[in-house]
């Protein structure tokens, strides 16, 4: 077969291309860390950015989140009625200093968030989306989300997303909005979360069937 080597005019394009794209690259690279719009998530990684991102009408703040987040499940537990009901809880949080900001390298961020699903199932969540529209449950007379931020806050039109999975290891990205304290009577705050998240090792053992002597009934 004849060995065919590019012309010089074919060096050059490729070259050219190539500048190009590299000149893209570093681009976007800047609008990322620039843009006060959350960054768009692959949804086929665990490779998370482990970011809290909080968008104001005037500003915007950025926190890394301290450690994997704890993942709780399958836990019994009575309603106000009486009735056993199973609930699932998500909770992690921020350190200090904000990686950007304004007043908010003055305080960490929590989050905690609950619901129910009876038909819970570990291997079929990715790919799922939990919707918790407010912060308060009427039915529960409970709060089943909280966002503390300077002070505990009501964290409205929840949206968790189960992205990925690696072990008991889950890859989220969590949104919502709460009052913003630093914005007056209608200020809100959106929030935007990309994390990992990790189902603890004795709800593994109770989805698989593995018996706990702490959480079997009587």
Known sequence: MENVSPRRGDRGFYATKMRHT???????????????????????????????????????????????????????????SGAKREKHQIMFETVLPAISGGLEYDSECIIGLDWEDPNFDADSLVGRAIRIPTSYNDELQDQVTNFYYYEHLDFDDVLIKFLAREGNRFRIEVTGTAPDPNGGADGRLRIHVDTIVELEKFDMERIYGIPDKEQTEP
Request: aromatic fraction near 6%; include cysteine; charged fraction near 15%.
């Open 22 to 80: 590299l000149l893209l690259l570093v681009l976007a690279v800047i609008c990322g860390c620039e843009h006060n719009e959350p960054p768009v998530i692959d949804q086929t990684t665990m490779n998370s950015s482990n970011c809290l991102t909080l968008v104001a009408t005037d500003r915007t703040a950025k926190y890394t989140i301290g450690k994997v987040g704890h993942f709780y499940s399958h836990r019994a537990y009575k309603s106000p």
